[in-house]
């Protein structure tokens, strides 16, 4: 029996090991022998220790530094909350773009940190430990969340910040050690319309033609942080067939995932996240179409929720391919005969996939209650983000630290800290435009006999929203410091309306998030881990996690590939630009900006602008730089295809393509279009001049 099952799991192996280029590697456990025996490139440590420490996490995407005066690169939809927040009436930065002319210049942007991996530590036995014999799912997760706290202060000290990052549904947990960095100013950001051009209907295509780009420079003391680390600019670009890797920080994928956990997504959360943010853009399109203003404050907001809506249809396509359910469910059903064969391994694990499957039952009866008691469906917008943050800190700031809810012990507190006193406008016509709709979708979807409903839904919607935003106080900086050095006294006597809002549903939030911690969060855990120890049993880690946020490399080759018979090329060019903007007769949002059009007879038009690769890459990974095998910069990701999108399930490389902004084009328009010589230089290094001409 022990022999035939073997060999059912040898078949398992051959089905679920990553295959082609597919995986998005841990640092401390890359594929080197994989990478050698394809490619014949051998990927030493000093490789990876060089891309680790020069590359950056930074919002929820990627950076890179690029130069030793500590020049950050990233993407422009990345950079956009920066680049909207600094913008006023008068000064569109997202439309005109930007340019420092000198480091004096250089703008420092509202409530933005970056993150720098120094080190990663294995702890997975001092975190498991805490789960003594005889505790319960609710009980072990407790524990081991408090354990998770413990590791994470005791590492954070001295500007740096940690994190227990848990991989593999928590069959592994490692210790992340930050450099945290909360002074980044704005160096350059190319207009809106280059660094989106193609808009929404041309979002996750290719060809693509995005100067999707922007450059910050990070400070310490007041002064360009200087870095021995970062990465280089290839004198030369890439060709097809050329192997490149990608350092990023890719959000989340759910391969390693049980089909009761698939179905979850795709029968539920999918579903209604599809409808609200459907209905979400509709709103924000009315309200852009009331004043040009309008439009200018919404424009960030709208770009990303449109951007997501497209990006979770394309995850929901791996979801409803029947071919592709089918071959999970027949993989899991493999590794579940495999358990049951042997009756010592069907007492350890025998159960898991059960507990899960009753777990996901209490996560669907629970997913709209916490979505509108913890999440940000009903109270909309940063005032009421600031005040129930406010509610909360100040509250588990007086608990010890393995007793707070996570997210908020001593080594998160400077990051909350960052998001609290930022000094990011607010414009309270769409706040109140944002917490009046999703006031009303919570009367439309919840019962009138639900708690929250009956202390927030006195009267109309809209009414509630225009006291709450009208008459807080929380757009004050100064206040809200005075709250937050208050403490919980401050906070329970204060009259500000969304405070007491807040402080009337906090004990209705804490009670169902306890609940999901109990009984979601710490069953999924608990038995995801015995699951991925059957994994580690047979295979070890030669399957990667599923990507969570964190640091990760990926690799592959420039490539093209056919679509319904049609050859696509590997490469634009930044004359296709130029063709598909006279085939569109220059009509938005396929017209360039002026200056494009300006400067055209300078240009290079034959010079590479976007690339299709095979990396493996996910949402997250924006602003990725592309390495070639001697770690210089080719390019920086920005997108993949839209068959790329199913990569959060499975990945495929037949057609799905990251895509990436060439090095060569990037450099070409900055010195001829933007006339940014200084810049330029500054990333080749052939200057260390502080700043060039503005625009």
């Known amino acids: 029996m022990k022999r035939v099952a073997l060999g059912l799991v040898a078949i398992l192996l051959l089905s679920t090991l990553a295959t082609a280029d597919e995986g998005m590697w841990l640092f401390n456990n890359p594929p080197k022998d994989q990478i050698k025996a394809k490619y014949g490139f051998d990927v030493t440590p000093e490789f990876l220790d060089h891309l680790r420490l020069s590359s950056v996490k930074i919002g929820g995407g990627s950076a890179s530094f690029v130069s030793p005066d500590g020049l950050l690169f990233t993407n422009h939809h990345v950079a956009q909350g920066c680049i909207h927040n600094l913008s006023t009436a008068g000064k569109d930065y997202m ?178 996240i599809l409808k609200l943010y459907k209905h979400r853009i509709e709103l924000l399109e009315s309200f852009s179409r009331q004043s040009a203003e309008n439009a200018r404050v919404a424009e960030s907001e709208l770009f990303s929720l449109q951007n997501a809506y497209k990006a979770i249809t394309g995850y929901n396509v791996g979801l409803i391919d029947t071919a592709s359910m089918e071959r999970k469910a027949k993989e899991e059903k493999m590794l579940q005969k495999f358990v049951n064969s042997d009756q010592k391994l069907k007492a350890q694990y025998g159960e898991s996939w059960n507990s899960i499957s009753k777990a996901v039952a209490t996560q669907k009866q629970l997913f709209k209650p ?62 109140a435009a944002n917490l009046a709709d999703g006031l009303t979708w919570m009367g439309n979807e919840m019962s009138p006999s639900d708690p929250i409903f009956q202390k927030v839904l006195t009267r109309e919607p809209e009414g509630i929203a225009e006291n709450l935003v009208w008459n807080t106080r929380l757009d004050n900086i100064e206040y809200r ?75 592959g080759v420039v490539k093209g590939y056919k679509e319904n018979g049609q050859k696509i090329p590997w490469a634009t060019t930044i004359g296709g630009a130029y063709e598909l903007c006279e085939r569109k007769a220059d009509k938005l949002p396929w017209d360039l900006p002026p200056r494009w059009h300006e400067t055209k007879s300078k240009l290079d038009l034959n010079t590479p602008f976007n690339i299709a690769a095979t990396p493996d890459i996910i949402g997250g990974n924006s602003g990725s730089p592309v390495v070639n095998t001697r770690g210089e910069v080719v390019g920086i990701i920005f997108d993949g295809n839209i068959q790329s999108l199913p990569w959060n399930f499975r990945y495929d490389d037949q057609v799905g393509r990251a895509v990436h902004a060439d090095g060569r084009a990037i450099l070409e328009s900055l010195r001829k279009v933007y006339d940014a010589q200084q810049l330029a230089g500054e990333l080749v290094g052939t200057s260390s001049n502080q700043g060039g001409a503005a625009h």
């Not at 469906?377 to 996570?406: H, P, W």
């Not at 005075?482 to 939030?509: C, F, H, K, W």
């Not at 306890?514 to 009984?519: M, T």
Request: proline share 6%; net charge neutral; with cysteine.
């Open 481 to 555: 410091k005075q709250l937050y050095e208050g403490g919980r006294a401050a906070i329970e006597s204060s009259t500000d309306p969304m405070i007491v809002l807040m402080r009337s549903i906090d004990a209705d939030g804490r009670a169902i998030r306890q609940r999901w911690d109990d009984e979601v969060d710490s069953v999924l855990r608990q038995n995801g881990s015995l699951i991925a120890k059957v994994r580690f049993d047979k295979y070890g880690t030669s399957v990667p996690p599923d990507a969570t946020g964190t640091l990760r490399l990926s690799y």
């Open 370 to 431: 916490y979505s509108y008691y913890e999440g940000t469906v009903a109270f909309r917008g940063r005032l009421a983000e600031i005040a129930r943050l406010l509610v909360r800190v100040t509250a588990e700031k007086e608990k010890s630290n393995a007793d707070r809810l996570r997210g908020y012990q001593d080594s998160n507190i400077p990051s909350i800290e960052q998001k609290l006193f930022s000094t990011a406008p607010i414009y309270k016509t769409l706040e």
């Open 95 to 272: 439309k005109d773009g930007f340019y420092a002319p000198s480091r004096e210049q250089e703008p420092k942007c509202p409530g933005l940190e970056a993150r720098v991996l120094q080190s990663i530590e294995d702890v997975t036995p001092k975190v498991t430990a805490a789960a003594k014999p005889g505790m319960s799912p609710a009980e072990t997760g407790k524990a081991q969340r408090a354990a998770m706290s413990e590791l994470e202060n005791a590492c954070s000290a001295n500007g740096m910040r940690c994190e227990v990052v848990t991989l593999y549904a928590g069959g592994m947990y490692h210790l992340y050690k930050y450099r945290l960095h909360t002074d980044i100013r704005l160096v350059f950001a190319p207009e809106f319309d280059i660094a989106f051009y193609g808009g929404d209907p041309d979002n996750f295509t290719f060809p693509r033609y995005d100067l999707d780009i922007t450059f910050f420079r990070i400070y310490e003391n007041d002064r360009p942080l200087k870095v021995d680390h970062y990465l280089k600019w290839a004198p030369t670009g890439v060709k097809e067939n050329d192997l490149v890797f990608v350092s990023g920080h890719p959000g989340s994928t759910g391969r390693l995932l049980t089909t009761a956990q698939l179905e979850y997504l795709r029968n539920v959360q999918y579903p209604f």
